[in-house]
């Protein structure tokens, strides 16, 4: 058994949407999370970029301590190399989504909604044809993150249509299963499901990396016996209210007079 955290970073609140599924999970394990508000959103900056931030945040993930990481970002999953180089298991978004998608797929028709530096990338797009041999439908949607770290929230008309928009490629290729490629999107499922309708399978890529996280840890036996499900959540910069209201109906907690800051930027 190994008592230190498991750490979980994004480029903002999204990632919590993998901490709530570990939770879930694995609920006797502490969790250290940091989201890097001060320089959200990551979909529009390049690879190099991207990687080098990654490169800063898990450095010091890894001088607290932490026995695994959990990069709850598709952006990050899919452009940061330094990813394969860390002396911990890390687990990115990409993989168990993609085996998800196949797997719940009837047709092989398969859409990934993601960010545009995720698009760009092809990274995932590759994993999931490797999975069925078809092409991807790719939609980038670039409002979505950060929308939802201002806090809209599904009813918003605003965001409604913003997805309505970006599923049209969706809707024209009749897939019948989309990859939430953004660990932000599963905050707004429902309005995804609003406008694909209910024959159209959603697959939360947080969920499915959480998962097959804690299956690989406990298979490694580096669970913990005991632990605090309260966690630590620190961030960049401090996320607006309504980010923080956000969280909390996801996390089904206040983390405001828990969160410190890291001024890594």
């Known amino acids: 058994m190994d008592p230190r955290p498991i750490g979980v970073f994004d480029s903002g609140i999204g990632g919590l949407s993998a901490v709530r599924a570990l939770r879930r999970l694995l609920p006797e394990e502490p969790i250290l999370y940091l989201g890097d508000t001060a320089r959200m959103p990551y979909g529009c900056r390049p690879a190099g970029e991207i990687d080098a931030f990654t490169g800063q945040i898990t450095a010091w993930l890894l001088r607290r301590g932490v026995k695994a990481l959990i990069a709850a970002c598709g952006t990050i999953s899919c452009n940061a190399p330094s990813l394969q180089r860390l002396p911990v298991p890390c687990f990115d978004v990409v993989s168990a989504a993609a085996e998800a998608a196949a797997r719940r797929s009837v047709c092989g028709r398969i859409g990934l909604a993601a960010t545009e530096a995720t698009v760009r990338s092809g990274r995932f797009a590759r994993a999931i044809t490797r999975q069925t041999g078809q ?94 499900p309260v966690g630590e959540f620190w961030f960049t910069a401090a996320p607006p209210p309504a980010a923080l209201q956000t969280a909390a109906r996801l996390l089904g907690q206040d983390i405001g007079s828990r969160l410190s800051l890291l001024p890594l930027a």
């Not at 406990?218 to 632990?227: F, V």
Request: glycine share 6%.
């Open 135 to 228: 092409p991807v439908v790719n939609a980038a949607c670039p409002l979505l993150a950060p929308m939802i770290e201002q806090g809209v929230t599904s009813e918003d008309p605003r965001l409604t249509a913003a997805v309505a928009e970006y599923c049209r490629p969706f809707l024209e290729h009749r897939v019948d299963t989309v990859v939430l490629g953004c660990t932000h999107y599963p905050l707004i499922a429902g309005a995804f499901a609003a406008v694909l309708g209910p024959s159209v399978t959603l697959i939360d890529c947080a969920a499915e990396t959480a998962a097959a996280a804690a299956a690989a840890l406990g298979q490694a036996h580096l669970l913990s016996a005991e632990g605090s």
